[in-house]
């Protein structure tokens, strides 16, 4: 069982959402591309994990469980952002704590950056949504 807890940190690649301890990047795609309580209905790896000076990442597309109990409060949100789909990415440091962050690819052209409100927003609801299952 992998156990997330909710973290704000700053990320030139989007907002953070959550973080698990003394896991792998591997591990943690595996979980969430299961059926494990959290609030994805699926997971797609859309890149191999990649190693960049000690730190290990991939990305990630998923989407969101409608049935999940805490989907209500971001429906509004994802509507706003054009659907229940976005990218995650996966970022493993050298000390195996392992990040997601929704990435700021998600946002058309004109309005990405990492700290865009959408994605802060997105975030903030992600990471207390995994912490809580």
Do not use: C
Request: glycine share 8%; net charge negative; charged share 25%.
């Amino acid at each position: 069982m992998i156990k997330f807890a909710a973290d704000r940190r700053p990320s030139k690649w989007g907002a953070t959402a959550a973080v698990a301890q003394n896991q792998t990047a591997e591990a943690v795609i595996e979980w969430l591309a299961g059926r494990n309580g959290h609030p994805f209905d699926g997971a797609v790896k859309l890149s191999e994990v990649t190693e960049n000076k000690g730190y290990r990442y991939a990305l990630l597309q998923v989407s969101l469980d409608f049935g999940h109990p805490s989907f209500g409060k971001v429906a509004d949100l994802l509507d706003e952002m054009g659907g229940s789909e976005f990218h995650l990415i996966v970022v493993e440091t050298p000390e195996r704590a392992v990040y997601l962050i929704v990435d700021k690819e998600n946002l058309p052209d004109e309005e990405i950056r990492p700290d865009h409100p959408l994605l802060a927003q997105l975030a903030d609801w992600l990471g207390p949504a995994l912490a809580r299952r």
